[in-house]
C-alpha cells in the first residue's frame, strides 16, 4: 500500500475526546483518563474517530494555511464548491448545483438546522431504529417527538419493516423522514431499491427526507453508496441531503460540512435556520481540508477502505474463534460494526461496563442507539492500527474468560 495505515500515533494527551475524555465507571460517575493508574492504558474503540493521520494532501494544505499565520473570518470561495461539485460527481454519479449547496460548521448541526427549518414543534421525526444517538438529541432539542420504526434482523444484517414503516409515515403528525445513509449503527447501504421505496411511501403521505451521509466514502468491498438524491428526481426534489469529508478523511475537528437541497424554497429556510443557529461561519482550515480531501486525496480513501476491510475480517475471525457466543453483523458501510452479544445474557451497558473494568477495552453499548432496538448489541470502532484491535480483542477475551 502507498499510505502506511499501520503507524501508531499517540493521540493520548492531544486533548481528543477519544483518547482524553473521561471514561464512564460501571460503579457510576466518570473516571478522568491518567486519575487512576489502571485506566490509563484504555485502547477506546467507540466514538465514531478514527487513529489514522489524515491524508498526505490534507496535512501539507492545513500546514501551508497555518504558515500564513493569521487566522481571521473565512470567505468559503468558489473552489469550493467546485471541488464539492467534481467529487460527487464521478465518485457517485450525482449531479449537485451551485446553488444547491449551503455550508456549516458539522453535520449534527445541519440536522439540526433541517429539523428547525422543515418542522413545527410537537411534530414527529420518523427514524429507523437503532440508529446515531445525535438523531434522538437533535429531533427532541428541536421540539419535536422521535417516532422510531425498529428494523428486522434477517440473519447477520438488517432490513426495513415496510408495513410499520408506512404505517408510521401515515401518522398525520409524522412530517420528516431522518435517514441514516449509510447506517449507523448497523452497517447498511441502502440500494436504490430500498431508497427509492423509502421516498415513495414518503411522497404518499407528504412526508419530507433529510439523509445524513456522512459515512458515504467509507464502503466495504462488493457494496457502492448511493446518493438518495442521486436515486430519481423525484428523490431529489423530496430531499435535504447532509454530507461532509469529516468521517471518511478523519477531519471532524476542522469543522466544514453541506447542506444540499434542490427545493429552493426550503433552501431559503434552511438557510435562515443556520443563521438562526449560529453555524453559518467556517473556520480557516475547514474548506482548506476539504478541498486537499476531494481534489487531492481519492487515492487515500480507497486504500483506506481496503484497511478497513482486513480490520473488520480481523474482528469476524476473532470472534468466530475466541468468543463465539457473539455474531459480527455484515459490515457493508462505516467502520462501527455491530456486534450481536445477546447470548451471553447481559445487558449491554453491564458488558460494556465490565470490559472497561477488566480488559480497558471502551465499547459503545447498544442502548446508546435505541433501547429497546439496541440491547443487546454492542457497537466497535475498528478505525485504529491493526497492532492496537488485535490488543484489544486479546483484552477481550481474556476478560470474558
Avoid at 451471553?344 to 473494568?357: E, F, R, V
Amino acid at each position: 500500500m502507498k499510505y502506511d495505515f499501520d503507524e501508531l500515533v499517540e493521540r493520548r494527551g492531544t486533548g481528543c475526546v477519544k483518547w482524553d475524555a473521561e471514561a464512564p465507571r460501571s460503579t457510576g460517575g466518570w473516571l478522568p483518563p491518567g486519575g487512576n493508574s489502571e485506566f490509563k492504558e484504555i485502547i477506546p474503540l467507540w466514538v465514531a474517530d478514527m487513529d489514522f493521520k489524515a491524508a498526505p494532501a490534507i496535512l501539507e494544505a492545513v500546514r501551508k494555511r497555518a504558515e500564513h499565520g493569521v487566522f481571521g473570518y473565512a470567505v468559503v470561495e468558489d473552489d469550493y464548491y467546485e471541488a464539492v461539485i467534481s467529487w460527487f460527481q464521478r465518485r457517485h454519479d450525482w449531479t449537485i448545483h451551485r446553488e444547491e449547496i449551503l455550508y456549516t460548521t458539522g453535520v449534527v448541526p445541519a440536522m439540526s438546522v433541517a429539523i428547525k427549518a422543515l418542522t413545527m414543534p410537537g411534530e414527529k421525526v420518523l427514524i429507523l431504529s437503532p440508529d446515531y444517538n445525535c438523531f434522538f438529541s437533535s429531533v427532541r432539542n428541536n421540539g419535536c417527538e422521535v417516532l422510531e420504526t425498529a428494523l428486522k434482523r434477517v440473519g447477520d444484517t438488517f432490513e426495513v419493516d415496510w408495513q410499520d414503516f408506512e404505517a408510521k409515515c401515515a401518522d398525520e403528525k409524522t412530517t420528516v423522514f431522518l435517514l441514516c445513509n449509510p447506517h449507523n449503527p448497523t452497517g447498511r447501504v441502502w440500494t436504490k431499491a430500498e431508497l427509492m421505496q423509502m421516498n415513495d411511501i414518503c411522497l404518499k403521505y407528504g412526508v419530507k427526507v433529510v439523509s445524513d451521509e456522512i459515512h458515504c466514502e467509507l464502503m466495504m468491498p462488493g457494496y457502492q453508496f448511493q446518493p438518495f438524491a442521486a436515486v430519481n428526481e423525484a428523490c431529489r426534489q423530496n430531499s435535504v441531503i447532509l454530507n461532509s469529508p469529516s468521517k471518511s478523511f478523519n477531519i471532524a475537528g476542522l469543522q466544514a460540512a453541506n447542506i444540499i437541497c434542490s427545493q429552493p424554497a426550503w433552501r431559503r429556510r434552511l438557510d435562515r435556520a443556520i443563521n438562526i443557529n449560529e453555524v453559518c461561519d467556517l473556520n480557516p482550515f475547514g474548506p482548506v481540508a476539504l478541498k486537499a480531501a476531494y481534489n487531492e486525496s481519492e487515492d487515500w480513501i480507497d486504500e483506506l477502505n481496503q484497511y478497513l476491510w482486513g480490520n473488520y475480517q480481523l474482528l469476524c475471525e476473532f470472534v468466530a474463534e475466541n468468543i463465539p457466543q457473539w455474531k459480527v453483523c455484515k459490515l457493508e458501510g462505516t467502520y462501527l460494526p455491530w456486534v450481536d452479544i445477546s447470548a451471553m445474557n447481559i445487558t449491554s451497558q453491564a458488558l460494556c461496563d465490565k470490559l472497561l473494568d477488566e480488559a480497558k477495552v471502551w465499547l459503545n453499548p447498544g442502548t446508546m442507539y435505541g433501547p429497546q432496538t439496541g440491547e443487546g448489541y454492542v457497537r466497535f470502532n475498528i478505525a485504529t492500527q491493526r497492532s492496537r484491535l488485535k490488543e484489544a480483542l486479546e483484552r477481550i477475551k481474556d476478560a470474558l474468560g
